[in-house]
């Protein structure tokens, strides 16, 4: 079997298309695995992972644990609220304690940027990078792209429309490289305010008009508007934003096609999308939400599975 | 070293169908016994066994299914290879269940070992007896012996046994090579 180019996923930027495959490959029997009566195999029974999240999350979070327990790896969870970072610890030096305490990877949530990568080259420790800033959340695009592929096939030529906050979304541009390697053709719609400058350097074209985008597309990942990393205003209020961009059923029913719907959650009901849209059939939010755990603990497991394994022999 | 055939198509019907009519002896009407194929090579065997089954005994309803073990292995991140899943399909629960696990070569007894306890995700068995076309005597890493077995054969370490389902019966093969 083969193995992944990479001993980190710091970012879908650095992995090829024969890695999300192999993902992919590996996703589909954990899967099963989730589904069994007993949940939970062995294969790491001798592997500690630790969770260091210095930003909120509910799913990621779960979902990650839960991938680690499935697996039988011992998990420690670190929250930067109850810890000695409010001490002036610096990142590095609070991953080689926790290091110290022989553990053998990390998942990493952060506000900057960039610290995956940082951590990677400073610690002795596999880094899994559960979202850096407005950077990359490479397993939220994995298991996205994976629930895609589950409902369209091949997502070569497919037509993929990211809606929302591009500017300050890590999702968003995971996302674009995913479907880029996969082969999809990618168009953006939202206020041009939130769009990033360079944008359709990254392969992706631009269409404000969100009827004609959602006319054109096969699936719609909803983002959120992210109001904690606004510094400014992007667009006059929420109403406005939700009028213009928010999917609801009346330009759903405009379009006169079925076109797959994913939101990677927390949903802001009432403004990205309405209550009617997340719960009617087209939408694979919750498909999501469960493919979420068998992509991690593809990914946990096919990293693992390159460190090597030693014991003493006295 | 060239290949050494051990069993032609002939021998392999006979030896399936003496199987068959073993199970069908201590099972009578399996009415609460199961057969299981572990992948990937006893996937091939349990498909041969239905068939013979269908064949032989048409008023027997056989529920069965295939197991991978891959994550219940004792040796991951032990070699230089990522140990790759194939799939599992059992829809039905093992609880109370005479279980029949089926391989094609049962040689160190990890991979039933593991298979063993890779079921257990889905109940506990009455009863796990082990089915196997080929016995290779004398390479036991752990205490597995098999309860119905097509043929015992001698080897050394470094040879590969190799069982050949061909797209017709006659095209059956198993050999040895090193």
Redesign the interface.
């Known amino acids: ?3 992944l180019s990479v001993d980190h996923l710091l970012g879908i930027k650095s992995l090829k298309k024969s890695d999300i495959n192999l993902i992919f490959k ?1 996703a ?2 954990f899967k ?2 989730i589904n ?9 029974r ?1 592997i500690t992972i630790a969770n260091l999240f210095f930003e909120n999350s509910t799913r990621t979070k779960i979902s990650f644990e839960l991938a680690q327990k499935r ?1 039988g790896a011992d998990v420690v969870n670190f929250s930067s609220s109850s810890s000695s970072v409010k001490k002036g610890e610096s990142l590095t030096d609070t991953v080689n304690n926790i290091l110290a305490m022989k553990v053998d990877m990390i998942v990493l949530r952060h506000p900057n940027p960039g610290s995956p990568l940082l951590l990677s080259k400073n610690t002795n420790s596999c880094i899994i990078n559960a979202g850096d800033g407005a950077h990359e959340h490479p397993t939220q695009a994995l298991l996205d792209c994976f629930s895609l592929t589950e409902h369209l096939g091949d997502l070569k030529d497919k037509n993929i429309l990211i809606v929302g906050d591009i500017l300050h979304s890590r999702v968003a541009l995971s996302n674009i490289y995913a479907l880029n390697l996969l082969g999809a053709n990618i168009k953006i719609s939202c206020p041009l305010s939130l769009i990033p400058r360079e944008i359709e350097s990254l392969n992706v074209s631009i269409e404000t008009d969100i009827i004609k985008a959602l006319k054109w597309c096969d699936a719609v990942n909803v983002l959120r508007v992210q109001k904690e990393r606004m510094e400014k205003s992007y667009f006059p209020n929420d109403r406005e934003y939700s009028m213009l961009y928010g999917l609801d059923t009346t330009k759903i029913n405009n379009i006169k096609k079925d076109i797959l719907i994913l939101h990677p959650g927390p949903i802001n009901r009432g403004v990205e999308i309405t209550s009617e849209i997340v719960e009617s059939n087209n939408s694979i939010i919750l498909d999501q939400v469960e493919n979420g755990v068998a992509i991690r603990m593809a990914v946990i ?2 990293l ?6 030693s014991i003493s022999e006295q | 070293m060239p290949k050494k055939v051990l069993l032609d198509s002939k021998k392999i019907d006979i030896i399936l169908n003496r199987l068959v009519c073993q199970l069908v002896e201590n099972h009578k009407d399996f009415d609460n016994t199961v057969l299981i194929g572990l992948q990937p090579r006893g996937a091939f065997l349990i498909d041969k066994i239905l068939e013979i089954f269908n064949k032989e005994y048409p008023t027997i309803d056989i529920k069965s299914g295939i197991l991978d073990f891959t994550f219940f292995r004792d040796d991951f991140r032990r070699s230089e290879k990522t140990l790759s899943a194939s799939s599992t399909k059992i829809n039905f629960s093992v609880e109370n269940k005479n279980v029949v696990l089926i391989d094609d070569v049962l040689f160190t007894g990890r991979s039933i070992k593991a298979a063993m306890s890779s079921m257990d995700s889905y109940g506990r068995p009455n009863s796990i007896e082990l089915l196997v076309l080929i016995d290779r005597r004398y390479k036991r890493e752990i205490p597995i012996e098999a309860n119905y077995c097509g043929a015992k054969i001698d080897t050394f370490k470094g040879d590969r046994v190799n069982v050949v389902w061909g797209e017709k019966s006659k095209d059956n093969i198993i050999y040895i090579e090193n």
């Open positions: 079997m083969d193995k590996t589909i029997h099963e695995v069994r009566p007993i949940k939970k195999v062995p294969t790491l001798d697996l497991y096919l693992a599975s390159k460190m090597n394994f």
